[in-house]
């Protein structure tokens, strides 16, 4: 299999099971409990276990991005041609959608419905941002330092970014359009779209920023 074919397969399947995670861990938790706090706690373990696993398998292949706004920042250090920024942001959106597909089916839902739950405002932009402006920074200070920690530092980051967040730590344009297609615990409105990816994408760039006038000497490799 070519390398290109590959590292986009990597990068739609594990999009597909990340946000099989989120919708179906979403599904489950709230037709156990309506304890909301219990049903976020449980969403947000499934979330995290499940990141963990996926950059631990599919890092070496593609480098686990499963994110738009994660590999326009390797586009923009020059890790990522053009060409292949554009085919992993088709393929971790197109992945991404998958897994809310399957979510529902695995649970007896429509294939997709569109979500109702509105998620906007300055508070949950702003939350987007310093999202996503915390998870690059954890991968660009992880490439630099412990790359086989990076796993866990994205899963418990993530972890932690469900609660300190009002957002609950989308921090994937990916993800958001995913979680659009599920009316369920885990669903953002459509029309909420705009403002989080523009925060998303900009908190990373951000954090890029931030980490080339840290070290502007240093360049860690993907």
């Known amino acids: 299999m070519p390398d290109l074919v590959r590292r986009l397969a990597a990068e ?4 597909a099971f990340l946000v099989a995670a989120v919708v179906g861990s979403g599904i489950m ?3 156990l409990t309506t304890d909301v706090a219990l049903a976020l706690l449980a969403n947000t373990v499934a979330t995290g276990a499940m990141l963990v ?3 631990t398998i599919f890092g070496p292949i593609s480098g686990a991005h499963f994110n738009p706004a994660i590999s326009l920042v390797f586009a923009v250090r020059g890790d990522l041609s053009r060409r292949d920024f554009l085919g992993y942001a088709s393929a971790q959106i197109a992945g991404a959608v998958a897994g809310t597909a399957f979510a529902h089916l695995m649970f007896g839902r429509d294939l997709f419905t569109l979500s109702e739950t509105v998620r906007t405002g300055g508070a949950q932009w702003f939350s987007e941002g310093v999202a996503a402006f915390g998870l690059t920074l954890v991968i660009l200070l992880g490439l630099r330092g412990d790359r086989g920690a990076i796993p866990w530092l994205v899963g418990l980051y993530v972890t932690a970014g469900y609660w300190f ?6 921090a994937n344009p990916a993800v958001a359009i995913a979680r659009a297609l599920t009316d369920s615990f885990a669903g953002v409105r459509p029309i909420d779209l705009p403002g989080f990816a523009a925060a998303e994408f900009a908190g990373a760039l951000v954090a890029l920023l931030f980490c080339s ?3 502007p000497a240093e360049k860690a490799k993907a």
């Open 12 to 15: 739609a399947v594990g999009s």
């Open 29 to 31: 938790a709230t037709s």
């Open 53 to 55: 696993v996926l950059v």
């Open 165 to 170: 967040t009002a957002s609950t730590c989308f």
């Open 213 to 215: 006038l840290m070290f």
